[in-house]
């Protein structure tokens, strides 16, 4: 089992970046993969970004590609979301997740196939 916390979140104005962290609880954090998703009010809970166990496949959202980039730190049990460009429409909260995905990380991973969640950390981008 995993515990995760996010931070980094805070207020910024279009244009703007900002570097999101989740730290793991636990030895075993290289064996999990790791995403990144958030949720708007109204909104269901979307996909950002995933990174694999050891940082060798990425896979974006369309809306992050170019602007967002994932990594993370073996050693230092954290993952990280750098966003860039940062938009009005990237206001969410944003969540952490892991999963030790046994049977393979793929294309087109979303939340169900997550265990372990973090509680959020709150991005808001002014216009």
């Known amino acids: 089992q995993v515990q995760l916390v996010e931070s980094g979140g805070g207020l910024v104005q279009a244009g703007g970046s900002l570097r999101l962290s989740c730290a793991a609880s636990?030895?075993?954090?290289?064996?999990?993969?790791m995403g990144w998703f958030r949720q708007s009010p109204g909104k269901e809970r979307e996909f950002v970004a995933t990174?694999?166990?050891?940082?060798?496949?990425?896979y974006y959202a369309d809306s992050a590609k170019g602007r967002f980039t994932i990594s993370r730190d073996n050693a230092k049990n954290t993952v990280y979301l750098q966003m860039n460009s940062l938009k009005p429409d990237d206001t969410a909260v944003y969540y952490c997740a892991a999963d030790r995905m046994t049977n393979g990380l793929r294309a087109g991973v979303g939340r169900d196939d997550f265990s372990y969640w973090g509680q959020g950390t709150q991005v808001t981008v002014s216009s």
């Open positions: 636990g030895r075993t954090f290289s064996s999990y993969v």
């Open positions: 990174i694999s166990w050891r940082s060798t496949t990425t």
